[in-house]
């Protein structure tokens, strides 16, 4: 609350300060807050993520038809990739593949955020090396991404903070979601 109230205007600290206490709880070395605009994924936030990651994000993240983020968008509860480099060696279309060599991932963990079962974005965790999340991890994960004031709940925020990060939403197709081999997933 202490942040909120010191940003009236500018929620890009509180965005910052989610995902700083998020992945220090989760045991995370960096990872990004997104928001969904029904096509892409566009991020607001960024912990620890090298400048070489921003780039990357220029035109937001489409989710191709087997991707993980399609995963999120079918539904899933949260996706957990517990190694980057088996999965892009399997996957290599999917829109995280050259995160493995561009930010060195290693393991990484998705969660959506919803409010009334429409996917708002994403928060992502991850790790260095190969190591899972537990399943204490990813409940912390969840409940920062809840829809209960810490996350953001409105597309116009996720549009503010992409305009202060340089990026925007292009018009494109989206793929349908289906099965992904190398994560683990729940429903």
Excluded: Y
Aim: hydrophobic share 40%; aromatic share 6%; charged share 20%.
């Amino acid at each position: 609350m202490q942040v909120i109230n010191s940003s009236p205007g500018d929620l890009a600290p509180v965005f910052d300060a989610i995902l700083e206490k998020a992945h220090s709880l989760c045991e995370a070395d960096f990872g990004t807050m997104f928001t969904h605009d029904g096509d892409r994924f566009w991020p607001i936030a960024a912990h620890g993520a090298s400048a070489r990651v921003v780039p990357a994000f220029t035109d937001g993240i489409r989710p191709s038809s087997n991707s993980a983020f399609a995963q999120l968008v079918g539904g899933d509860r949260f996706v957990q990739i517990p190694d980057m480099v088996e999965f892009a060696e399997q996957r290599a279309d999917d829109p995280l593949t050259p995160f493995v060599e561009i930010a060195g991932i290693r393991t990484q963990l998705m969660v959506p955020m919803r409010k009334d079962g429409k996917l708002l974005g994403a928060i992502t965790a991850n790790r260095c090396e190969v190591r899972p999340f537990s399943d204490k991890q990813i409940a912390l994960l969840q409940n920062f991404a809840a829809p209960n004031g810490k996350g953001p709940d409105k597309p116009s925020l996720g549009a503010q903070r992409r305009r202060q990060l340089g990026s925007g939403p292009t018009q494109s197709k989206q793929g349908k979601p289906s099965g992904v081999a190398g994560i683990n997933r729940r429903p």
